[in-house]
């Protein structure tokens, strides 16, 4: 979806996995029936962080602060890594 909107391959891709991070983490709050203070307690953010990122603000999360508070949300983050194929070249 990223790459559609003219993001770069590699940020493209990293958009789309703090995107299905901060998805997880939301399905995990909404799903425990957590105030959002609670939640934030919980997920050891302040609840403004929270705020931020249950209104999917990317901006504002790496990858690793993500994971953090997927696992502390009682999620298990997977990390793959496959080889990429080569591009093909196109005809001159």
Not at 9 to 18: C, D, F, N, Q, S
Not at 28 to 44: E, F, Q
Not at 57 to 62: A, N
Request: aromatic fraction near 4%.
């Amino acid at each position: 979806m990223f790459r559609d909107l003219g993001f770069p391959e590699g940020e493209a891709h990293t958009l789309a996995l703090r995107s299905e991070l901060m998805i997880g983490v939301e399905r995990a709050v909404i799903g425990n029936r957590l105030t959002r203070a609670a939640a934030a307690k919980r997920l050891g953010i302040a609840q403004l962080r929270l705020n931020a990122l249950l209104q999917g603000k990317l901006d504002q999360f790496d990858l690793d602060a993500l994971v953090t508070i997927a696992t502390r949300a009682g999620l298990r983050v997977k990390l793959g890594i496959v080889r990429r194929r080569a591009a093909r070249r196109r005809p001159v």
